[in-house]
């Protein structure tokens, strides 16, 4: 089974520091979709791993996060692709939880989920913790410049083996490229 693991905020769509707390404030970055939609041509499973303090802070609630992913799924269907799962870690960025980047819980449950051994899957996000997170179960990590990817790149102590890419349309080109 191929999979793709992604970053939802900066990487397929824009992100703010104010949190993306509408279905209004998702828009996705030029050519994300696109990008996607290859993925699923080339026969793989496209999963998003997403920390969303936003529910545990208050600032929205589940039933708004479910609107958002909506908005997400209707936008990837009219460009012809899909995300086959989204997990979350709806809490706050001091809870004591497993799920939230850069801790690997998310991994762990597509893990137990896909029956997948993870080493090696391309895991794309525009954040250290994203790619911390993902490097811990032996993914691949790719850091796009889009979101906070460009200062992610100049904070540095990225996890060994990291690739870089402008965005998630050049990463999945790097992908598709060597599949």
Avoid at 80 to 104: E, L, T
Avoid at 131 to 137: E, N, R, V
């Amino acid at each position: 089974m191929k999979l793709v693991i992604l970053d939802r905020d900066g990487v397929i769509n824009f992100d703010s520091a104010q949190f993306i707390k509408s279905p209004a404030e998702w828009k996705p970055i030029p050519g994300s979709l696109e990008a996607i939609a290859r993925l699923n041509q080339a026969g793989y499973k496209v999963l998003v791993a997403t920390n969303q303090s936003g529910v545990g802070r208050g600032l929205f609630d589940m039933d708004t996060l479910n609107a958002i992913h909506e908005k997400m799924h209707k936008a990837l269907f009219a460009a012809g692709g899909r995300v086959d799962a989204i997990f979350y870690c709806p809490h706050a960025a001091d809870s004591q939880c497993d799920c939230r980047k850069p801790k690997p819980g998310m991994f762990k449950r597509i893990a137990d989920c896909f029956n997948a051994d993870l080493k090696g899957v391309p895991c794309v996000g525009d954040s250290l913790r994203d790619l911390q997170a993902g490097a811990a179960m032996g993914c691949l990590p790719l850091l796009v410049h889009t979101g906070k990817g460009e200062r992610t790149r100049e904070e540095g102590g990225l996890p060994e083996g990291t690739l870089e890419f402008a965005d998630l349309a050049a990463a999945v080109d790097f992908i598709l490229g060597r599949s």
